[in-house]
């Protein structure tokens, strides 16, 4: 059976384990695990603390450092208010495509992977090769950083890891992270007649609003002069400011949806301590001076750290010359790459699909861009 053929039946059975990101992965892990233990691999299942996810670690070759990850999540976006030609959790193959939720974000390339495990378990003499399958990403990137912080505490450096997220198999060395919080601000109610009686939290949420706008015009003035991105500056965007019931009612509550998309992890540390010492120092005494109950809360959505370009990457230059790009390019969407970094490894980002298909409906990936994963993963076997 061609490696194709062997692939695709794999992704049949993957699109089959409707694994949105709000329910288990638990069964397509126990899966995945089982055809790799068959290939051969050490098998490290680590569960999230409620039991009913988990991410997959497996390993060929042996013990020790050195060794080069293939990463994936296992967690799709969900399908509901979605119009679909087909069922998205049953696979379907129309004029050389394969259709089906997650096909391109990213069991495509996880199936690639497994599919290719036992030819890797022949190749391999040197080097240690790792398996990463990952639950969450799609909700902030958990599973990777759970499995992240495993490497760290078991002190296993792998050398490089390979991030198969759609990118049509162009080599991608950088992107911005991604930071989401809701602030919410809780004052106290009264009548719109009376503003000095009451704590208006719409007004607040208002000054917090315009830091903001005075943070953006910082952050572009910190852009690097090498930066890679575009724009190649840290951005915030306010998403959303909601509160307050009527005109003549002083808003007790109101909360700001914003985000940031930092190009490098100083800026992120410079909007939260800003917002956080504004914050202490300014809006919290003036509001507490009317109500001691105030209170000024950030919930965080997600911190995605961003994945930053480096001037030496050994995962860069191998996935490079395995695919035979003459380049390597930024992305606009966040991935797990910038997590594997922060453990000082080489990281790439590289996968089959294309990102226009992930997370909408009729989500498919072309067979011919399994097929170039494929070549890829080939020639990775004479590196091991
Ligand atoms: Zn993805």
Redesign the pocket.
């Known amino acids: 059976m061609s490696d194709l053929q062997k692939t695709t039946d794999i992704l049949r059975d993957l699109i089959g384990f409707p694994t949105v990101s709000v329910d288990s992965n638990l069964a397509m892990i126990d899966h995945l695990a089982t055809l790799l233990a068959d290939a051969g691999a050490r098998i490290d299942i680590q569960h999230d603390p409620t039991g009913k996810k988990a991410n997959l670690f497996a390993t060929l070759g042996p013990e020790g450092d050195g060794g080069i990850i293939l990463s994936g ?1 296992t967690d799709v976006v969900p399908v509901a208010d979605q119009d679909w030609t087909s069922n998205p959790f049953v696979m379907e193959e129309r004029d050389g495509a394969l259709f089906g939720r997650g096909t391109c ?2 069991k495509g390339f996880i199936a690639a992977c497994v599919a290719m495990a036992p030819t890797f378990a022949n190749a391999i003499t040197t080097r240690p090769l790792h398996f990463a399958f990952t639950y969450d ?2 909700t902030g990137c958990i599973g990777g950083g759970a499995l992240v912080e495993n490497l760290r505490e078991k002190g296993l450096r792998p050398a490089l890891a390979i991030i198969g ?1 759609p990118t049509e198999m162009r080599v991608i060395e950088g992107h911005k992270g991604c930071f989401e919080y809701t602030t919410h601000f809780t004052g106290l109610e009264g009548h719109g007649s009376s503003p000095d009686l009451g704590v208006n939290a719409a007004e607040y949420a208002a000054r917090y609003v315009a830091r903001l706008l005075d943070l953006k015009d910082r952050l572009r003035a910190r852009a690097p002069a090498d930066s890679r991105f575009d724009p190649p500056w840290t951005t915030i965007n306010t998403g959303g400011i909601h509160g307050g019931v009527a005109h003549n009612v002083i808003p007790g509550k109101a909360h700001v949806d914003w985000e940031m998309r930092p190009v490098q992890p100083g800026d992120a540390e410079l909007v939260k301590r800003d917002l956080h010492d504004y914050c202490a120092n300014h809006l919290l005494p003036a509001m507490q001076a009317v109500h001691p109950d105030a209170s000024i809360r950030t919930e965080t959505w997600g911190e995605v750290v961003g994945l930053e370009p480096m001037i030496e990457n050994a995962a860069r230059d191998l996935v490079m010359e395995l695919t035979g790009a003459n380049g390597a390019d930024t992305v606009p969407f966040g ?1 797990e790459a910038g997590l594997f970094q922060t453990l000082g490894m080489d990281v790439v980002v590289c996968g089959p699909g294309s990102i226009a298909q ?1 997370h909408k409906p009729d989500e498919f990936i072309a067979r011919n861009q399994l097929d170039q994963c494929l070549k890829m993963l080939h020639r990775l076997t004479e590196r091991l």
Do not use: L, V
């Open positions: 999540h974000d990213m990403e799609e997220e991935t992930a």
